[in-house]
């Protein structure tokens, strides 16, 4: 069965850094999506991609965030300069009508 | 965008009990999901019910629209049951889901 991979499934990085959070989501789905989940929290809606273009983002997705559809397959989050609080799990997600999830990656900023 | 509350919050159950999880939404339900996010935090597709009834063995779900609510139900627990259930909807307009707080579901043997 097709599923959405993530990698890597865990990243330390230090405050002030740039991490790249990287994402295969299912071959025929149109829709791509980031979510965001600090530990012991709700998910929370990060960006929508569709068309090769944000669609719908929200308040947390601010200008130190970027996403990008590099090639036919990857689809990536970038953090430009991160922060203690951007520590969570994140989520790639994709869909046709159904969202699927990758198993996240958690991404720890010391 | 839309809210999304979850009850109980937190469900503590002896194996082979039966529970059921309730959300309820602040507007409109579109496209409703349910997931269970095991212990290693992926999150497991369990239904997508925009209105209706499903079964999948053990589990089923409904929802009503018109009343903005999804019931999940989980008959004859077992402890690999164990995990957090969560509801999420798109809200009008959007394609991106909007979730709740959870319900942490604990199966003790």
């Known amino acids: 069965e097709p599923e959405v991979t993530q990698t890597p499934s865990h990243q330390v990085t230090q405050m002030g850094q740039e991490v790249i959070l990287r994402c295969v989501p299912i071959?025929?789905?149109?829709?791509f999506y980031w979510y965001r989940q600090i530990l012991g929290q709700k998910v929370e809606f990060l960006v929508s991609f569709y068309n090769n273009e944000i669609s719908e983002k929200s308040e947390i997705f601010d200008d130190q965030f970027s996403v990008e559809r590099p090639d036919g397959s990857n689809f990536t989050l970038k953090i430009r300069s991160t922060k203690l609080e951007d520590s969570a799990m994140y989520f790639c997600?994709?869909?046709?009508?159904?969202?699927?999830f990758g198993p996240g990656t958690r991404l720890t900023v010391t | 965008g839309i809210q999304v509350e979850q009850s109980p919050p937190d469900l503590i159950l002896q194996e082979g009990a039966n529970s059921t999880l309730r959300c309820n939404f602040s507007d409109s339900v579109n496209n409703l999901q349910w997931f269970h996010q095991n212990p290693w935090g992926q999150l497991i597709n369990l239904f997508y019910?925009?209105?209706g009834t499903k079964q999948n063995g053990r589990l089923s779900a409904t929802t009503v629209a018109t009343e903005r609510y999804s019931l999940l139900y989980i008959s004859s627990s077992q402890t690999t049951d164990s995990g957090v259930y969560f509801c999420?909807?798109?809200?009008?307009?959007?394609?991106?889901?909007?979730f709740g707080t959870g319900t942490r579901l604990t199966v003790i043997p």
């Open positions: 019910i925009p209105s």
């Open positions: 997600a994709s869909s046709v009508r159904e969202q699927y």
């Open positions: 999420a909807s798109r809200g009008s307009g959007a394609n991106n889901l909007f």
């Open positions: 071959s025929n789905h149109l829709y």
